[in-house]
């Protein structure tokens, strides 16, 4: 049995769990998320718990079950907590300003990237520091990452976007001849 999927998830005061048929949605303070179960996973509401079982032992049933449990897990931390990435702009001249709901990013190249953020995901700017948040978690992992890869940190200098804690391994740039 999965060591994941066999664990019941507590349902916190203000969220409500539905379920109709694979069909799970999830209320709470902070919004609403849905989620289309796999198939062979049911999702059974007992004592305010949320217990997943599966149907068979079969290895994609197996494979399904854990993952059921930890997107419904990610689905209530999500509308009573949110989830929130946090990255880190260094290098010269590179900057980033909120320009209405898109940000504007100059990042050494001869153009400024303008990046849309989808609905769904609100991006704050300190001094150099973007966070990311919101309440579904792929989608602010997604969005983080997708600001990253506009320029991605270099290990000669280290300059780039990158997570804040994030560790660029670093490399020594030409030593030069001895003549």
């Known amino acids: 049995m999965s060591r994941i999927g066999k664990q019941p998830i507590d349902l916190p005061g203000g969220v409500n769990l539905s379920v109709d048929g694979r069909q ?44 059921a449990r930890a997107l419904l897990q990610n689905m209530i931390t999500g509308v009573t907590q949110g989830f929130e990435k946090k990255l880190e702009i260094s290098g010269v001249g590179y900057r980033v300003a909120q320009q209405g709901a898109d940000l504007k990013f100059n990042l050494g190249y001869s153009h400024d990237v303008i990046y849309k953020i989808p609905a769904g995901v609100t991006a704050t700017i300190e001094q150099n520091i973007i966070t990311v948040s919101g309440i579904n978690k792929q989608q602010v ?39």
């Open 24 to 67: 799970l949605s999830v209320s709470g303070p902070k919004g609403n998320l849905e989620l289309h179960s796999p198939s062979g996973i049911t999702v059974r509401l007992v004592d305010n718990k949320a217990v997943i079982s599966r149907r068979s032992d079969s290895k994609q049933h197996r494979s399904n079950h854990g993952l």
């Open 141 to 179: 992992g997604q969005v983080a990452a997708e600001i990253r890869a506009l320029r991605k940190p270099e290990p000669y200098k280290g300059k780039g976007i990158k997570y804040v804690g994030e560790r660029i391994i670093r490399k020594a740039g030409k030593s030069g001849k001895d003549k």
